[in-house]
């Protein structure tokens, strides 16, 4: 009988030592994975905002720079000089994103000069303009100055209503006298990132990032490192000088989102591949010691059936010989009668023993098979004539069909009654009462075989299969009532498997049992003996 208790108990055992804590800890490793993969993402902005803000202070830089020209060439200069042109030129020349400069008084009233690229007279007269709606701006530049400190401003093209590819910087610094006066710059947008930006960009990316400026009022990219769709640059920060312009930054091949996605999706995957080898593990191990508990249970049940078998043939031939020699028999009659249970018990008690003995031999793998030309009629035959008293005392009438076509084959002789009459000596068993049992011989689609049949109890589908294996016996309903070591259709399969052969199984429930012996043809039918 199986005790499911106890497999249950290992089920649980197992999954309390081994299966909870693995799911606890992977649990815990993937919330930690989650933590770790938000620090990986937020080390990567903070990497990205370090390379924006270079650029940024690098534009702050380039155009401060340009302020301190301006004013080094402005107090330089001659005095007396009215050429604008004269003097900025070299600073013209060297600079080609400036589209024009100026200077004013320190109210942005009027201006001293104006130097320009474009050809356009009315230029001064819409800067003037400009300057003198900026009088809030124009004094907090000065103030700037007046502490020592130059600041830059912008002003949009929203605000000076001049070409969008252009922006006003505004400064202001001191001449020699310590006049505060006003200075711009116009500085050309796209020229400025393409010839002053663009080789800074590119020092910034280097091989792990793509960098890009884009016009944010258009979405209009002026330069890339790499060619990527602006709305793949998500991680953006405005330029500080150029209000309109924003530099946007990504991993090269990847976002940050997707790159900390990828890996925590791979880690996850390792954990969880993992948890899978280990449950798989479990499950595997559990197996083995059910099947082990299962294995052992049946021996068990083999040690306990055998013993019975044992003891009851050894009892009845103790207790009739033990009558014998006490000269209790009455009658030739009954001395006949308990001789024939002697003799009976004693050819039980030598199957039991052979079937042991063989086993044995076939699990050390030393039981020896020589196959020769054997005729299956002759062999039913030879075992019909020993084994038909025992199964007539049994109750039984077996009827035998012998074909006369069946083929020969390559057998040996002794292996192939022992597994038949294993299978008769299970009809016996469980033959039920009806004593029904049939013998035969045939052939078809090129192989020959032996056909035991009875009308007993039948087997389940479920157990066809299970049978055949060593130690198991059926253990529903009234199949588990009859004794036997569990061996004899192990022993049937061995042989059938030695002879390249197989045992076919067709039985249900209630209405019998017809096991088949089936053999590779190997010739034609030539025996002597047939019918």
Do not use: C
């Amino acid at each position: 009988m199986k005790k499911p208790g106890s497999t249950r108990a290992v089920a649980l055992i197992l999954a309390v030592l081994v299966l909870l804590p693995a799911l606890f800890y992977s649990g815990y490793e993937i919330n930690a994975l989650s933590s770790s993969e938000r620090m990986v993402a937020d080390v990567y902005r903070r990497q990205l905002d370090v390379a924006l803000y270079s650029i940024n202070q690098y534009a702050w830089d380039v155009v401060n720079n340009w302020a301190s020209a301006m004013t080094i060439l402005w107090n330089e200069a001659d005095p007396a000089s009215k050429d604008p042109a004269g003097i900025l030129a070299h600073f013209f020349e060297k600079h080609a994103a400036l589209d024009g400069v100026f200077l004013a008084d320190s109210t942005g009233a009027g201006l001293r000069w104006f130097a320009s690229r474009g050809a356009g007279g009315g230029e001064a007269g819409v800067l003037t303009s400009l300057l003198k709606q900026e009088p809030e701006r124009v004094e907090r530049l000065v103030r700037f100055s007046r502490q020592d400190y130059r600041k830059l401003e912008s002003l949009t093209p929203g605000d000076s209503g001049a070409e969008k590819k252009d922006v006003l910087l505004l400064f202001v610094f001191q001449d020699r006298r310590g006049t505060p006066l006003l200075a711009g710059m116009r500085i050309d947008e796209t020229r400025f990132v393409n010839e002053v930006l663009s080789a800074r960009l590119r020092e910034a990316a280097a091989e792990e990032f793509t960098l890009a400026v884009i016009r944010q009022s258009t979405g209009e990219p002026l330069f890339a490192t790499d060619a990527v769709p602006p709305a793949e640059l998500k991680q953006r920060r405005q330029l500080w000088l150029f209000p309109d312009l924003a530099v946007g930054i990504r991993l090269r091949g990847a976002t940050i989102e997707e790159v900390a996605r990828s890996r925590f999706m791979r880690n996850v995957e390792l954990i969880l591949g993992l948890d899978l080898v280990l449950i798989a593990g479990v499950f595997f191990v559990y197996r083995s010691i059910r099947r082990e508990m299962a294995f052992v249970r049946m021996k068990s049940d083999f040690v306990s059936n055998v013993s019975h078998e044992l003891r009851t043939p050894l009892a009845l031939i103790r207790m009739y010989a033990e009558t014998l020699e006490m000269g209790r028999a009455r009658g030739e009659e009954k001395r006949r009668e308990y001789y024939s249970t002697i003799l009976k018990e004693a050819e039980r008690l030598t199957r039991l023993v052979n079937n042991l003995l063989n086993f044995s031999r076939m699990e050390a793998g030393r039981k020896p098979y020589t196959l020769v030309d054997a005729d299956l009629n002759d062999i039913v035959a030879a075992v019909m004539e020993t084994f038909g008293p025992h199964l007539r005392n049994e109750g039984f009438s077996p009827s035998v069909v012998l074909s006369p076509s069946a083929p020969r084959v390559r057998a040996d002789a002794e292996a192939v009654q022992e597994a038949l009459i294993n299978l008769l000596d299970n009809a016996v068993k469980y033959g039920g009462t009806e004593k029904f049992l049939k013998v035969a011989t045939g052939s078809a689609n090129g192989v020959a075989f032996i056909s035991v049949e009875d009308h007993g109890i039948g087997i389940a589908h479920e157990y066809h299969g299970k049978v055949f294996e060593t130690f198991y016996r059926v253990s529903d309903g009234l199949i588990h009532t009859a004794k036997g070591s569990g061996l004899g259709l192990s022993i049937a399969k061995h042989i059938m498997d030695a002879h390249a052969g197989r045992i076919d199984l067709s039985s249900a429930p209630g209405k019998g049992s017809t096991f088949r012996l089936v053999f590779p043809a190997w010739g034609p039918h030539h025996s002597a003996t047939e019918g």
